[in-house]
């Protein structure tokens, strides 16, 4: 199976450049929304496993930022930020909106708290209905990959069945809140797990980014499906996977030009298989999560898109 997104960097960094002049620009509370809410994974944890772990997660020794599993902001604080609403991207644990929690797969669990635990179980029994005007982030799903593609003896068919669960998951969490009333929800596919640090060093490329791209062409169905679903539901879709791969591309084929990050092999200065280079010239942190620049450029591409 093969799936490959096409996106055209020069242009996307035209809209990135865009989306942070908007963001400079944007007086408090200026944006369209009364609230931003998050639910998710390491993506989008802001502290919450931090606070749970008592500072355990993310491992101390490397330099994660303030509980964040990256060496600065995330994405939601961009995004929130640029929306005037700062504080929104704050854990929930210390009064926030942010229900992320790093090491969450998709499903039910508790140990960290799944995406439809996370919506059903901690968020919802204090909100028995949904902010019509507020922005729903919902972005899950890569550590159930993660879990397919290093199982023992998997395959081409238990990997779609873990996407498709997967993804599965995600539909059912954004109808759990369109049921509540949501009216605005942004979405997003996952960077190419195979192109990760983590898996060169464990030998599983192929099976990561046969997986993620599993995941992500569902995933490319689901707004227009959510949408028709559910009367009134605006869905925004965020390609992470194309940002990704442009980012990667402009590194290894452009020398950085358009995005400035020459260094998409190897985590960054500080963090284990570092190569040396700054975080601030790099694809990822750590082995497997984006630098804090690379959150910045997703954060500028959401803040575009709604």
């Not at 990135?16 to 809410?37: C, D, E, F, K, R």
């Not at 635990?117 to 204090?126: K, M, S």
């Not at 809140?177 to 640090?197: E, R, W």
Request: glycine content about 12%; hydrophobic content about 45%.
């Amino acid at each position: 199976m093969s799936f490959t997104f096409h996106l055209n960097f020069r242009r996307l960094a035209s809209l990135l450049g865009t989306a942070a002049v908007l963001a400079a620009s944007l007086p408090a509370h200026a944006g369209p929304y009364t609230q931003m809410v998050v639910f998710g994974d390491s993506l989008s944890d802001t502290g919450n496993l931090s606070i749970l772990t008592g500072g355990a997660q993310p491992p101390a020794g490397q330099p994660y930022f303030n509980g964040r599993f990256s060496d600065g902001p995330l994405w939601v604080e961009t995004l929130a930020t640029g929306l005037g609403l700062t504080g929104n991207a704050n854990p929930y644990l210390v009064g926030g909106n942010n229900y992320a929690f790093a090491g969450a797969r998709s499903g039910t669990g508790n140990a960290p708290p799944g995406l439809l635990a996370q919506v059903g179980g901690i968020w919802g029994p204090g909100h028995a209905t949904a902010d019509v005007n507020a922005l729903y982030v919902v972005v899950a799903g890569g550590n159930d990959l993660r879990d397919a593609r290093s199982a023992p003896g998997n395959t081409a068919a238990t990997r779609q069945a873990a996407a498709a669960a997967a993804a599965n998951n995600v539909f059912t969490a954004v109808g759990a809140l369109a049921t509540k009333g949501a009216k605005h929800v942004l979405i997003s596919n996952l960077p190419d797990l195979g192109a990760t640090p983590e898996a060169a060093l464990l030998g599983v490329t192929a099976e990561s980014t046969d997986v993620t791209n599993r995941f992500n062409l569902i995933m490319s169905t689901f707004e227009s499906i959510l949408e028709g679903a559910f009367a009134g539901l605006d869905v925004d879709f965020l390609d992470m996977a194309g940002i990704g791969a442009a980012v990667r591309a402009d590194a290894l084929q452009n020398g950085g030009a358009t995005f400035g990050i020459t260094n998409a092999l190897a985590p960054c200065a500080g963090f284990a298989f570092s190569n040396g280079a700054s975080c601030a010239v790099s694809l990822f942190s750590d082995a497997l999560h984006p630098s804090a620049r690379a959150h910045q450029l997703l954060g500028q591409a959401a803040l575009r898109l709604v």
